[in-house]
RNA sequence: GCGAGAGUGGCGGAAUUGGUAGACGCACCAGACUUAGGAUCUGGCGGCAUAGCCUUGGGGGUUCGAGUCCCCCCUCUCGCACCA
């Protein structure tokens, strides 16, 4: 009988579809276990990289059932969004409409591919039974000032027709189109993510044992704490005396305030019109400015850009000293980091050393690095070491460490600044001036002013009976049918608020839903949110790693201080899984480097493209498809079914439990049995300890091409057809997570009446392990001279009397004296000679 | 510059954590079966001057023994960055 993967395959699907395998029941007594994949965006077709992120989920998933734990595996969609008005307004259709149709599509597409998902609580954002909450959310947020409305300069995508937050700005294009940024000052909503720096940045060495050091790493950067501070400089007035007005910088070398011989501002700088007015630098300093503004912020932001400032004509004062400070425009200052102002100290800071050599200014040493004996007069680098403070007054000889927080003390008690530490996070803009959106539920009253939506009249729907504008604008402000409403306060004419809430808002809390999705009275119950979460497992895509990560883990936290759950971080283990590549490149429709799961799934069944998938690399590891690649994995498991088809035809004993020892009485028998066993327990602790699919697979090979060779003679008895029978049976079972239709119809082929879905993960035994002969290898000097065979429980005497009777070794010694002999029993032996 | 990760056959990748380097698969070669083979089965397959020698990016070191541990260097990938 020829295997037939469309057949099988469409047989068990339906069969798990109708018996509900894969509901998760929540009256049962097992443990729990969530394991959940990044839900997709529904752009219609699944692309390779779905299919090996939720091939890997789902044999984490399909591995855990058979543990014996209950499992939790769902599946939803990340609806909203951009791609859905362009594809609506290119094909004149709705983006609802389009978003829907494909859902369906790609529904079907997973099923075909035999994931163990619980469909009764998938998930589409985009219904308003999911937004609706995330409505009130946003409500109870803003009650806790954790929502707020602000005007600044944003980040804003022409292509898209949106502003778009800082971390979706990859040097300086939008992430999603690539068209270069524009600033664009706004008035929009932001979510105080910042309140949270702090600990988003401590609960990740919570996450230090579960989630890649890679993504820790990143997150750590882009919260971006460092520790320093604010120290004020008076300016100088006409007198030459301190006016009470002061600059304030932010730094984290105060240990080396003594030597700062300049003072550099952003040319944006809120002081700057006030420092320049009436000056004759005036002129020149607008100039400067302006050609700053100018610049591509892509290009400012690079090293090719050169550093220049301008003399602004005016000065400050060191709180410390009172020496004169000029105060310069610079453009290699951020106006929007720290406080927009640097103290420059040429001595300690390589960028302040190469301005003061461009424009003759002072540099003076202040920290003395250790062990070096005279102060120089003239420094012809710059110094970063460690060392002791010089020409700092009060504060010399003090080791610098000591010296940063003396001299925030003289801060503190003058009244010149303070302890500070400066985040690089930025608040998150969710405010999206387009349409495929959750309405933000607010309301502007003449009267009232901003006025929230009331909970009762949530969800804030979105109109579907609305056309979408040709130019990507939202159509929303045109709409009175939309905008026009009442005001929740004082009943007079209001207008809602037109903009919708970034898609990230969405995904910051699906998982959540997930946990008790068909609840329409709250978002979730407390209870199921105990259960599942915090997510045993989380795998998708590292691209995610700071977008999305980062935002979930701020909304649990919000979400928890608003008391919708008891939780600290959402995700307890992270699997980021590596790109699936062709040619070396990332597949992309654009290179036309892709290959079509569907097409694949046609050619080879869901099962081959599973194992290839997961046999190809380690999980996280990026991997190369290639057409002879999976033309091997189709390979190995037509020659599954040809074994089986051959012991089914000559196996009576194929129902039977697993081999004893008496039945393996040949050597050939013993040594079988010993391959199943050990292959249990490789395979075993491949998946549990680190998720290694490939070399689990590759164990199972193993004991396939072991039965292979081993069948013609075992075969002959009962005795070792049970052998044979038994380690077929752990064979199926292993590859089961793998490729669970194959192995089920062979399941029930070999006349087993239970399901492989609901059989235990099997257990090795430790006397199957056992051998009474084992190889040791013989070494001498470190080089590989020979091998012995002796018994198991040999003597280190036995073994290295053995060792050094060896005739290869016995050659190798020849003319020298044996210093040494290290015996490893069961292992090796190395004699040492010269 | 800072941070993280990685460098092993023609290729994807293994190596029980200091103990036979190259499991498993791909590609390739040979044999068997066959009317046929792009099917299948069996075997071979790092390199070389082949009783042996060399070999895990390069160079040192520790050790009886190093892909694995330590030091120095090189290359690549990713993230952050005139960040004060």
New binding site residues.
């Given amino acids: 009988m020829k295997y037939d993967p469309q057949a099988i395959e469409a047989k068990w699907q339906k069969h798990w579809t109708e018996c509900g395998t894969f509901r998760t029941r929540e009256d049962s007594d097992k443990q729990g276990y969530y394991c959940l994949e990044m839900f997709p965006y529904p752009s219609g077709n699944i692309h390779m990289g779905h299919v090996r992120n939720y091939s890997i989920g789902d044999v984490v998933a399909r591995f855990k059932r058979m543990q014996g734990l209950n499992v939790l595996h769902p599946m939803g969609w990340d609806a909203f969004g951009l791609p859905a008005e362009n594809a609506a307004i290119k094909n004149n259709t709705h983006p609802a409409k389009w978003t829907y149709a494909n859902i369906d599509a790609m529904r079907a597409q997973l099923q075909r591919l035999g994931y163990s998902y619980d469909w009764e609580r998938e998930v589409a954002t985009c219904d308003p039974e999911y937004y609706r909450w995330e409505q009130l959310f946003f409500l109870r947020f803003l009650e806790k000032g954790l929502m707020y409305r602000k005007k600044a300069a944003q980040n804003w995508c022409p292509e898209c027709n949106t502003v778009l937050a800082n971390e979706q700005v990859?040097?300086g294009l939008c992430w999603r189109c690539d068209s270069k940024v524009e600033q664009k000052e706004l008035t929009q909503w932001f979510a105080r993510i910042t309140d949270y720096a702090d600990e988003l940045l401590a609960d990740l060495d919570t996450l230090q044992d579960g989630w890649p050091?890679?993504v820790l790493?990143?997150q750590?950067?882009?919260i971006?704490k460092?520790i320093?501070a604010e120290i004020q400089f008076p300016l100088e007035g006409p007198d030459g005396k301190a006016l009470d007005e002061r600059i304030t910088?932010?730094?984290?070398?105060q240990d080396t305030v003594f030597g700062a011989s300049f003072m550099s501002l952003?040319p944006e700088h809120p002081l700057m019109e006030r420092l320049i007015a009436g000056k004759e630098q005036e002129a020149a300093v607008r100039a400067f400015a302006e050609k700053t503004r100018n610049m591509d912020s892509t290009l400012?932001?690079?090293?090719a850009?050169?550093?220049?400032g301008v003399f602004t004509g005016a000065y400050c004062l060191n709180p410390f000293t009172g020496k004169r400070i000029p105060i310069w425009a610079a453009?290699?200052?951020?106006?929007d980091?720290?406080?927009?102002a640097?103290?420059g100290v040429p001595s300690h800071?390589a960028?302040d050393f190469d301005f003061a050599a461009k424009y003759d200014l002072p540099v003076v040493m202040v920290i003395k690095p250790e062990g070096m004996d005279a102060i120089p007069a003239k420094m012809d680098a710059v110094s970063l070491e460690p060392g002791v403070m010089v020409n700092s007054g009060e504060f010399d000889g003090l080791s610098n460490e000591e010296g940063k927080i003396r001299i925030v003390e003289w801060l503190e008690k003058n009244g010149y600044g303070k302890r500070t530490v400066?985040w690089?996070l930025r608040d998150w803009n969710i405010s999206r001036q387009r349409y495929w959106g959750a309405p933000i539920p607010v309301i502007y009253c003449d009267t009232c002013g901003m006025v929230p939506e009331k909970e009762e009249n949530l969800p804030v729907r979105l109109p579907l009976d609305i056309k979408t504008r040709a130019d990507g604008r939202s159509p929303l402000p045109d709409a009175p049918e939309f905008y026009e409403c009442v005001c929740p306060q004082c009943g007079g004419k209001g207008r809602r608020e037109t903009d919708t809430m970034d898609t990230f808002v969405e995904s910051s809390w699906y998982f959540l839903r997930y946990a008790d999705a068909r609840n329409d009275k709250e978002p979730f119950a407390k209870a199921p949110v105990k259960k599942w979460l915090p997510a045993n497992q989380y795998i998708g895509g590292?691209e995610h790693?700071?977008l999305h990560l980062l935002y979930s883990r701020f909304f649990v936290k919000a979400l928890r201080d608003c008391g919708f759950v008891d939780l600290d971080e959402p995700f307890a283990n992270l699997l980021t899984q590596g790109m699936v590549l062709m040619d070396g490149a990332k597949m992309s429709k654009s290179k036309g480097n892709t290959v079509d799961p569907t097409e694949m799934i046609a050619r080879y069944g869901a099962d081959t493209v599973r194992l290839f998938c997961l046999?190809?690399?380690?999980p996280e590891?990026?991997?190369?498809w290639?057409e002879?690649?999976i033309?091997?994995?189709f390979?190995?498991i037509?020659?599954v079914w040809?074994l089986a088809e051959e012991l089914l035809g000559k196996v009576p004993a194929m129902r039977a439990a697993s081999s004893t020892a008496a039945d393996a009485a040949t050597a050939t028998a013993r040594e079988l049995r010993l391959k199943e066993h050990a292959t249990i327990k490789k395979a075993s602790a491949?998946i549990a300890q680190k998720f290694?699919f490939?070399?689990a697979?590759?164990a199972v090979?193993?004991l396939v091409?072991a039965m292979?060779?081993a069948k013609d003679e075992l075969l002959a008895d009962e005795g070792g057809q049970r052998v044979l029978a038994s380690a077929f049976a752990s064979t199926l079972t292993l590859l089961s997570p793998v490729i669970p239709h194959l192995c089920e119809e062979l399941w029930q082929l070999s006349g087993m009446t239970s399901e492989l879905v609901d059989e235990a993960w099997p257990a090795y035994r430790d006397d199957a392990l056992v051998r009474d002969q084992v190889?040791v290898?013989v070494?001498v000097?470190?080089?590989?001279r020979g091998?012995i065979d002796v018994a198991a429980d040999a003597t280190r005497e036995a073994i290295e009397k053995e060792a050094l009777a060896e005739a290869?070794v016995v050659?190798?010694l020849e003319g020298l004296t044996v210093r040494?002999v290290?015996v490893?029993p069961g292992?090796?032996v190395?004699v040492?000679a010269s």
Avoid: C
């Fill in positions: 990859i040097d050091e890679r790493s990143m750590r950067n882009w971006g460092s320093g910088v932010f730094t984290t070398r952003a400012r932001g690079s090293d850009m050169e550093k220049e453009n290699f200052v951020v106006a980091y720290g406080t927009g640097v103290m800071d960028r400066n690089r590292v790693a700071i046999f190809a690399a380690p590891r990026d991997f190369d290639t002879s690649g033309e091997g994995s390979r190995f037509n020659r040809r491949d290694q490939n070399t697979i590759a090979m193993e091409n292979y060779l190889t290898v070494q000097n470190g080089k590989l091998k290869n050659k190798h040494k290290v490893i292992k090796l190395n040492v």
